[in-house]
């Protein structure tokens, strides 16, 4: 037996277990981590406002305050402004899908004779199932919680962890940079301060610049997405648009999720098809011409990360933390990426999970 090598195995098998041990802690701490995750995200995003707000002699805190009002002001009155055309879509639902499966029958030439057979089977299960055969039996009816539960639930959760992440923002705003001072002075050498200190400036500038460019690129292509369905007499436009703009915050899977839903609302709302087809073919060569020349023109370069590893990073912490692990995907693994770029020895992921 080769005594040298059993130290390095030791070694990567402690590695091996610490990642796995750290993976396990944030699936299982999700309510409290992706609180503070959205903030510190928020943080490095507004951060260089509310620094700016101070050299024009504002205080740190007051200014923190009037951005998260500003903000806070606006994402409200959006929010009120959809949520009744959203909650009507969401009471259609039903009857959307039972018009496509319609659609979907009726193109089946046998589908006649399928449709009697399942009528009698119907009737039959209905007649043998009114009355119990035996009359001391009582039957037991378990019924799903509607959409309105889930809604709600949805709503609720939505609520605990925006306010949880609010109030975290606001301290990031207020204290973050005295504490990462205080952080960056008890570091032991030079080097590691200097570290330290380029990492959180790389860091605040590439979240900065991803998430205002992919915002206003988003806005654009929100607004014309919305713009081009009025023209077309699609149902709630506006609402879609938003959609649109929301979802392309997922790269590849948002797009795809977009078309989809834009031919679902035009296969129930209009009868002809190309009315059916010019939504979501029309959003798609848009998507295509914004992401070939637009994204480039404003970015200053294409997006500088795998696309093999931004897939699969997706997946992995929708699986984690679900549909807000699915939102905050790219970011982390901006984040992650900067910081790679900045240790010796994490250079080679860098490297790996980047696209230069």
């Known amino acids: 037996m080769d005594v040298s090598k059993t130290p390095k195995s030791a070694d990567w098998a402690i590695k091996i277990l610490a990642v796995l041990?750290?993976?396990?802690?944030?699936?299982?701490?999700?309510d409290v981590m992706l609180p503070i995750t959205l903030a510190i995200i928020f943080a490095l995003l507004l951060g260089p406002a509310?620094?700016?707000l101070q050299d024009y002699r504002i205080p740190r805190s007051l200014g923190a305050l009037a951005l998260l009002t500003l903000s806070l002001g606006a994402f409200a009155g959006g929010l009120y402004m959809l949520t009744t055309p959203a909650l009507d879509w969401l009471g259609k639902a039903p009857e959307a899908i039972n018009i496509i499966q319609d659609e979907l029958l009726s193109v089946d030439s046998g589908s006649n004779e399928v449709d009697a057979a399942s009528r009698s089977i119907d009737s039959l299960a209905k007649t043998l199932s009114s009355e119990p055969s035996n009359p001391q039996i009582t039957q037991v009816v378990i019924t799903e919680p509607g959409w309105r539960a889930e809604v709600w639930e949805i709503g609720k959760n939505f609520g605990v962890y925006g306010t949880l992440?609010?109030?975290?923002?606001?301290?990031?705003l207020t204290s973050g940079e005295a504490l990462l001072k205080r952080f960056i002075h008890i570091l032991p050498s030079q080097r590691d301060k200097a570290?330290?200190?380029?990492?959180a400036k790389h860091a605040q500038e590439q979240m900065s610049r991803y998430l205002v460019t992919i915002t206003a690129v988003n806005i654009g292509l929100g607004t014309v997405t919305g713009l081009a369905l009025w023209a077309l007499g699609f149902p709630d436009p506006a609402l879609w648009g938003v959609v649109a703009a929301v979802l392309r915050y997922i790269p590849y899977l948002g797009?795809?999720?977009?078309?989809?839903?834009?031919?679902?609302?035009s296969a129930v709302s209009f009868d002809?098809?190309?009315m059916i087809l010019a939504a979501p073919l029309g959003f798609a060569l848009l998507t295509s011409f914004t992401g070939q020349f637009v994204d480039p023109f404003v970015h200053g370069y294409r997006f500088s990360l795998n696309a093999i590893v931004v897939f699969l990073w997706?997946?992995?912490?929708?699986?984690?933390?679900?549909?807000?692990?699915v939102l905050l995907a790219v970011p982390l693994l901006t984040l992650f990426q900067v910081i790679c770029q900045h240790v010796d020895r994490l250079t080679p992921i860098a490297h790996m999970i980047g696209n230069e």
């Open 255 to 265: 797009v795809s999720i977009t078309i989809m839903l834009l031919a679902i609302i």
């Open 165 to 172: 992440s609010i109030i975290m923002l606001f301290f990031l």
């Open 272 to 274: 002809s098809t190309e």
């Open 195 to 199: 570290t330290v200190i380029d990492v």
């Open 314 to 325: 997706i997946f992995f912490w929708g699986w984690m933390w679900g549909a807000p692990g």
């Open 50 to 52: 509310v620094t700016r």
């Open 21 to 30: 041990a750290v993976l396990y802690t944030l699936q299982v701490a999700r």
